[in-house]
């Protein structure tokens, strides 16, 4: 695939002028100004990756979840303060203006012109994004959210009316896909497929089985029904590691890979938490070279949060390059890191999806081999050795006999590194069984982001009293 990278100063520039559209009275809401499909694709899909699975959003669930630690004193982020401040950017600066309202544009144009390609592809990443806000903060403005220009001040969906949005944007995508294009076909500046439009319908089956199975425990549906839906839309989901949806960086100056500019030795100490590293050394986990970078005394030692911070953070594990993680002294290495690829959606993932929906049906004998397969698919997307592949599951292919969903879980912790689907689990589930950390800012791990001060200042609305304590609706 042909990497194309824009500098953040030009992703800056597209949600720039996005602002500058939406907040100018001088400018006629109805007819805005036109941008052609390929100059907002490219940019859009680079904020979904950089901004927001490489991002804050992922950052701060990867603490919360005790994949990541901070080597900073309490309190701070990975010790669960979080304040509205802290928020105000991935709001009102990243999901609302630069991602949701220029997709909304590009798929009207796109609509306008039969260019089903961009239509069906913009849909993807709209439901995406608007399941990563909704899962961070609950109900949020969506379906008045862009009449501002109308002196609106606009009410906040209830999740469960955003997930119907959701599925039924995914169906109009997967419509759209299937339609003849008589406009232009994308190619180069679609980063994460390269206009393969057959694989973008493949990422949309799998983002409705993950988001089908989100609604497992949520208050007036059943396990059951969604474990259906998710091994339906599975069949024409993912179907190996080809299909993985990923934007690989071109590496070099203002090209990196996000994880490489958040684990640089000036990036504020982030290391890797010791809860996450002392788990793969129990299990013998031959991933954990691959996933870490090891300290400076050429071992696997991580941050237990909440800990004093040490004089030499050098000492910890960090993340490893394969993920983006920094690397010292080895140009080889560092060059990978810097071009490694930020991932949405996985084949392991849909496998896990796939073993935990046929437990809910099956039990745990039919949900076993599809485990040990979803084991295997991060393995071999990682390329670990196939005989150390061949030893781990011969020792970790049995699922706990007693709860089962928390061996399933476990696994998929660690194949879902970094990913924000890791704290959505985590609530949804309880699984892995996390502590509140030493000296914790709050004496509870965060179930949500708290609304943006930007956003309660501006159009306040009752949700915003909602504590970061109160799961939300899906948790329950």
């Not at 304040?83 to 999901?95: A, E, I």
């Not at 961009?118 to 994004?129: D, E, P």
């Not at 039924?168 to 980063?191: F, S, Y």
């Not at 203002?254 to 299990?283: D, H, I, M, R």
């Amino acid at each position: 695939m042909k990497v194309i990278y824009y500098s953040i100063a030009t992703l800056l520039l597209l949600s720039f002028s996005s602002c500058k559209k939406f907040l100018d009275i001088n400018q006629d809401p109805n007819n805005p100004l036109k941008v052609q499909e390929s100059l907002i694709l490219t940019p859009v899909e680079l904020y979904t990756t950089t901004q927001i699975a490489g991002g804050y959003p992922s950052i701060t669930t990867a603490y919360w979840t005790q994949q990541l630690a901070l080597n900073q004193e309490s309190p701070n982020i990975d010790t669960y303060r979080i304040t509205p401040t802290d928020v105000n950017n991935t709001w009102s600066f990243d999901l609302y203006p630069a991602i949701f309202y220029n997709l909304r544009n590009m798929i009207s144009d796109a609509d306008k012109k039969s260019n089903t390609s961009y239509s069906g592809v913009g849909k993807i990443l709209l439901a995406y994004n608007l399941a990563v806000c909704t899962d961070l903060w609950g109900d949020i403005p969506y379906t008045q959210a862009f009449n501002a220009l109308d002196g609106l001040k606009p009410a906040y969906d209830s999740q469960e009316s955003i997930y119907k949005v959701i599925q039924t944007t995914l169906d109009d995508a997967i419509v759209k896909l299937n339609a003849p294009n008589t406009n232009k076909a994308m190619g180069g500046d679609d980063l994460i497929y390269g206009g393969d439009l057959a694989a973008w319908k493949k990422f949309a089956y799998t983002l409705k089985a993950r988001y089908y199975l989100r609604l497992s425990k949520a208050a007036g549906y059943n396990a059951a029904t969604q474990a259906d839906l998710a091994l339906t839309a599975l069949q024409n989901g993912f179907e190996s590691n080809d299909d993985n949806a990923r934007l690989i960086y071109a590496g070099g100056p203002k090209a990196e890979n996000p994880w490489y500019q958040n684990t640089l030795p000036g990036a504020g100490g982030v290391v890797l938490s010791s809860y996450f590293v002392n788990a793969l050394k129990s299990n013998n986990d031959p991933r954990l070279p691959i996933l870490a970078n090891p300290g400076s005394g050429k071992d696997y030692i991580g941050r237990t949060s909440g800990t004093a911070a040490a004089t030499d953070p050098a000492t910890y594990a960090t993340v490893g390059y394969f993920y983006g993680g920094y690397v010292d002294k080895d140009e080889i290495k560092q060059g990978i890191a810097q071009a490694a690829p930020v991932y949405l959606a996985t084949y392991a993932e849909a496998l896990f999806i796939k073993a935990e929906a046929t437990l809910y049906k099956s039990g745990a004998a039919a949900a076993t081999p599809i485990y040990n397969s979803a084991i295997a698919a991060h393995m071999d997307m990682l390329k670990v050795a196939a005989t150390d592949k061949a030893t781990y599951l011969a020792t970790h292919a049995t699922l706990d006999a007693v709860t089962p969903l928390k061996t399933i879980i476990g696994e998929k912790y660690v194949a879902d590194f970094l990913s924000l689907e890791v704290y959505n689990d985590w609530r949804r589930t309880g699984y892995p069984s996390l502590s509140v950390v030493q000296n914790a800012f709050k004496p509870y791990i965060p179930q949500r982001f708290p609304y943006p001060s930007q956003e309660i200042t501006s159009n306040p609305q009752p949700q915003q009293s909602i504590a970061t304590s109160t799961k939300v609706w899906w948790a329950n």
